[in-house]
Each structure stands twice: as C-alpha cells, then as structure tokens.
C-alpha cells in the first residue's frame, strides 16, 4: 500500500486520466454540452478482445489516481438510509391457482404512417367506394390516419370526405393548396350524428324524423364552399387540370398497373 | 440476304440484356468466337458476350483496345450520339422510354390531344369527301 505512493510523479505525467479533473460530484446530466464526445479507451482488435490488457485498463481508467486522492481506498458514498417500508400486512386471501398476469404493453397508438408520394395537394385516384376511379386532391391526415380529400365538389362530385390509405393510388400531380386552411376538419366533424332515440313515436313519427334528417347541414355545405374556392382557383391556372380531376380513372386494354408510372 | 453489319472493331452495338441493358458500347476487341470486349464512355472495359449485344449500323475508326480519351474521342468525332438519336431505331427507343415515364396527367392530356388531332383529321376528310362527290 505505502509502494504505491512512490510510483506516481516520473511515470505519469504522460498519462493524466481524465478522472483527476473531473469532480465527483458532477453528473452526466448536470453539464453535457460541456462533454466532448469520449473515445473508446479500448478499441476492439476483433470483437470480443480489447487492445489493453486489465490492469492496463486499470491504469488508464485512472483507478489508482483516484484511489490516492482519497487516500488508498475507492472513495465510496454512504449508504442511504433506506426509507423504512410500511410493515406490510399478510394478505387475507391467497388464489387457489396462480393467476396470469397479462405482459406489459408499451406501444402507443398513432396515426397510419403516411406514404412519403402523399403530400398535401396531391391528386390521388380513389380505388373502391361509390367514388371509385375519381380524382380528387389530397388535404390532410388526420387522427386516427384517415386521408382529408376533397373533389372539389363542383368538379367531380366529391365533397370533403375521409379516404383510407390503403384504398388509394398516389399520383405524382400536385395542386397548390396553400390558400386553404384545412384546420377546423377532424374526426368528429365526420362523426355520425347521435340520435336521440324517441321511442315513444312509432311509424309515421318515425318516417318523418328519417326525413328531415338526410339533408347536409348548411354550415357543412358552407365549409366545403370556402374550402374548394381557393382550390378550384389554383386548379384552373393549371391547363387540362380540371378537366383531369373532372374524369375517372380506368384501366385500359394493354395499362399494366404494375408498369404505369402514376 | 448477305449481312450487312458486321462484328468488327469500331462497331457500336445496343446491349439487349443485362445490368448495362440499352447502353451503346463500342467493340473494342474480339476475344474469342462468342465475346466481344467492350466500352463506352460511362463504363468500365469489360467483356460481353455476343448474344447481349444487337450490331447497330454506325461504325467508327478506332484502333485495337483504344484508351478511354481516345475512344470518347472517337465518338465525338464520329457524332454517334445524334445519329443514333436522328436514326428511326434510336427514336424509336427515346419514344418507348417517355411513353413508360409519363404521369397520370401526361396520359391523360396525350388523350385529349389525340381526340382533337382526330377530330381535325376527320374534319379535313369530311370536306375531301365532299369535294369529291360534288
């Protein structure tokens, strides 16, 4: 233990470990923009086998230049009292079979990942539904990762409407779209309505509440009127596109769909 | 029915298969009775075997195995890029390859214009005929 004290001056100069400057006190998390990035103090030669033995490893970690600066052994904290847990009772009632707890599941849901060719102001081609083969422009992703399209409504017949992904060909065209505020659309506005369930009317009083209900409110025709205004503005400075947004998708003898360029 | 383009060196040829599939190389060399060694200015020199390899009609002076330089040179000078271009195989090839790349829109606009070319062409023809019968 005393020999340990001579070695230190001649040798070690040369070898400074980082560990003699460094405070104790300090953490990773107290200053790490201070920090350069710190090499690897032993490189691999092949995986598995260092380029420095352990006790050069001991050296270069500075191990010894710690220990004498706190005189001869590693400097240690004190234990910290542990908070002295509430006595726990015995439970009153044990399970006759064990029972299974479900595994933890961390996952997070979110929207559909969206295709990078699915831009706002993309054209997509509808695949299945009553608009099949309609072109309509793309305006938004929202929550639950549906797609916000719109025809607009005086060109194709589509009005603002939630599209799946998954039922749509991107194609490379793009409408500006940067005068229309898609912002109030959500989820909820397309929501179905809840109805109050009267039950105390039946048959006629039935019919006639179906009715009235079919009709578009006015505030929705409204919003698909300002939104498409913008839109059909920066569509019609482009030749043909109206007319192209105005006709339907269809596969024609000799397209190969997996050759076509979108 | 004799041949007319023969395996000599200075014959550019279109590659038909392959990882190098509708370049035009040079024949620098013949190797044996089925390769040919070849080259092109975007190319490393290399072998191909002749069944790759469809003869074009455009030929240039080169002599054996030329240095890069030398046979870019060459093709400068010999101006096989536009005749290849202005020949009715290599239009043929540039049209096949904007046909495959055009865009849903691109297809749908050459839509519109054939239906007004056709519809001029039938114009014109409505008023031959007419001229013709009166």
């Known amino acids: 233990m005393l020999g340990l004290g001579q070695r230190f001056p001649p040798f070690h100069t040369a070898f400074e470990p980082a560990a003699l400057h460094r405070s104790y006190t300090t953490t990773e998390s107290m200053a790490p923009k201070d920090r350069k990035p710190h090499v690897c103090r032993n490189p691999d030669l092949i995986r598995g086998v260092g380029k420095y033995s352990r006790s050069k490893m001991y050296h270069k970690r500075g191990l010894w230049a710690i220990k004498a600066k706190n005189g001869g052994a590693f400097p240690k904290h004190e234990k910290k009292a542990a908070a002295a847990a509430p006595a726990e009772k015995p439970p009153k009632f044990y399970p006759a079979d064990d029972v299974k707890k479900p595994l933890v599941n961390k996952r997070k849901a979110r929207p559909t990942k969206l295709r990078a060719s699915i831009t706002p102001g993309t054209v997509l081609i509808i695949l299945a539904g009553r608009f099949k083969g309609k072109r309509v422009v793309f305006l938004k992703q929202l929550s639950s990762g549906l797609l916000l399209v719109t025809g607009p409504f005086k060109v194709n017949g589509v009005p603002l409407r939630r599209v799946n992904q998954s039922y749509v060909i991107a194609t490379s065209t793009k409408v500006d779209v940067s005068g229309v505020s898609v912002e109030k659309f959500d989820d909820k506005y397309f929501g179905k309505k809840v109805e109050k369930k009267k039950k105390k009317g039946e048959g006629e009083f039935f019919e006639a509440e179906k009715e009235e209900k079919n009709t578009l409110p006015h505030d929705k025709k409204d919003d698909q009127k300002t939104v498409d205004a913008a839109l059909i503005a920066s569509i019609e400075a482009v030749p043909d596109l109206k007319s192209y947004l105005g006709a339907r998708f269809s596969l024609k003898s000799g397209m190969k769909p997996h050759e076509l360029v979108f | ?134």
């Open chain 2, 1 to 134: 029915m004799p041949f007319k383009r023969y395996v000599e060196i200075g014959r550019i040829a279109l590659v038909n298969y392959g990882k190098d599939y509708g370049k035009l190389v040079v024949i620098v060399d013949v190797i044996d009775q089925n390769r040919a060694l070849v080259d092109a200015p975007d190319m490393v020199r290399g072998q191909m075997n002749f069944k790759r390899l469809t003869l074009t009609d455009i030929k240039i002076d080169i002599k054996r195995v030329p240095n890069k330089k030398t046979l870019i040179a060459a093709l400068e000078a010999a101006d096989v890029k536009n005749k290849w271009e202005s020949s009715s195989w290599g239009r043929k090839l540039i049209v096949q390859k904007k046909r495959a790349s055009l865009n849903d829109f691109d297809r749908f606009k050459i839509m519109l214009a054939k239906i007004k070319k056709a519809g001029v062409v039938r114009q014109e023809l409505a008023k031959l005929k007419k001229e013709t019968t009166a």
